[in-house]
Nanobody, 119 residues
Framework: QVQLVESGGGLVQPGGSLSLSCAPS????????VGWYRQAPGKERELVAS???????VYTDSVRGRFTISRDNAKNTVDLQMSGLRPEDTAVYYC?????????????WGQGTQVTVSS
């Protein structure tokens, strides 16, 4: 089975920066899409950013221009660089990846890492 190992997260002041990394147990080339979702208390889980095998990227409007998602071939990780952080960015962030094999879709989730933006 595929595992998604997340690192990063923590407490940061408003306006600060933080980076998250997702390391899948399989080669990232085996995935159609890898991305990050987040869920704040009382809210639904939402897509933050995703990157496809062809490096096409998608961002939710609230983070566009502040967050950058990228794939690092050498480290086999998908990274999320966050800057200009706001208190409303506070949430549990989850790595997400999907595969398409023999006509079936396989979806994987990380355990989540807490990001808290507060003074």
């Amino acid at each position: 089975q595929v595992q998604l190992v997340e690192s990063g997260g923590g407490l940061v002041q408003p306006g600060g920066s933080l980076s998250l990394s997702c390391a899948p147990s399989a080669s990232m080339f085996s995935f159609n899409t890898v991305g990050w979702y987040r869920q704040a208390p009382g809210k639904e889980r939402e897509l933050v950013a995703s990157i496809e095998a062809d490096f096409n990227t998608v961002y939710t409007d609230s983070v566009r221009g502040r967050f950058t998602i990228s794939r690092d071939n050498a480290k086999n990780t998908v990274d999320l660089q966050m800057s200009g952080l706001r208190p409303e960015d506070t949430a549990v962030y989850y790595c997400h990846a999907d595969q398409g094999i023999a006509g079936n879709e396989y979806v994987y989730w990380g355990q989540g890492t807490q990001v808290t933006v507060s003074s």
